[in-house]
Antibody
Framework: QVQLVESGGGVVQPGRSLRLSCAAS????????MHWVRQAPGKGLEWVAV????????DYADSVKGRFTISRDNSKDTHWLQMSNLRAEDTAVYYC???????????WGQGILVAVSS | EIVLTQSPGTLSLSPGERATLSCRAS???????LTWYQQKPGQAPRLLIY???SKATGIPDRFSGSGSGTDFTLTISRLEPEDFAVYYC?????????FGQGTKLEIK
């Protein structure tokens, strides 16, 4: 069955960096675009970034552009979100999600907490 | 940027009642790129409706979606206890791929 498992979260000081990973299994990873979506404590969902199935296209929310970088390695069925210059407002649960064309975001990981605090 | 506004913010209903949730877009959204998600506390969102009106795999028939252009609706015909959750609409046709702020469906 389709599984997405995030890792790499934790507590980090403002201005520091963190890299999240999303390991995929149960489907042909190289055939799907992948997204990151975050949710601040008690708040709604916020789209963060997307990477095309082959890595050729990447896009970011304005709130993270220039600080976050999305990447993938189809040979490892994994993609990453490199987060730099972290701010308190980046504190959230981060979800990776599979993009299935017209079906939208059909599978989500369980989420990983990133807390930015001094 | 397309802003999605959901209403009401909170909806208080009893099991067995009908729920109608609204999602209004600041500009026209292709129906093929409008989705609805359900989220329960401590869980990841779950895809309910794609293409504005098609049910995702395993979604009960009591859930239905409709609408076009700037106005979309999620309807739950007869509420079951497990339906009380937060619901989000999303458009993925135009970057940034925005979500509505959510409607909390609570037990009255």
């Amino acid at each position: 069955q389709v599984q997405l498992v995030e890792s790499g979260g934790g507590v980090v000081q403002p201005g520091r960096s963190l890299r999240l990973s999303c390991a995929a299994s149960g489907f042909t990873f190289s055939g799907y675009g992948m997204h990151w979506v975050r949710q601040a404590p008690g708040k709604g969902l916020e789209w963060v970034a997307v990477i095309a199935f082959d890595g050729s296209i990447k896009d970011y929310a304005d709130s993270v552009k220039g600080r976050f970088t999305i990447s993938r390695d189809n040979s490892k069925d994994t993609h990453w979100l490199q987060m730099s210059n972290l701010r308190a407002e980046d504190t959230a649960v981060y979800y990776c999600a599979r993009y299935s064309g017209g079906y939208g975001f059909d599978y989500w990981g369980q989420g990983i907490l990133v807390a930015v605090s001094s | 940027e397309i802003v999605l506004t959901q209403s009401p913010g909170t909806l208080s209903l009893s099991p067995g009642e009908r729920a109608t949730l609204s999602c209004r877009a600041s500009q026209s959204v292709s129906s093929s790129s409008l989705t609805w998600y359900q989220q329960k506390p401590g869980q990841a969102p779950r895809l309910l409706i794609y293409g504005a009106s098609s049910k995702a795999t395993g979604i009960p028939d009591r859930f239905s979606g409709s609408g076009s252009g700037t106005d979309f609706t999620l309807t739950i015909s007869r509420l079951e206890p497990e339906d009380f959750a937060v619901y989000y609409c999303q458009q993925f046709g135009t970057s940034p791929y925005s979500f509505g702020q959510g409607t909390k469906l609570e037990i009255k």
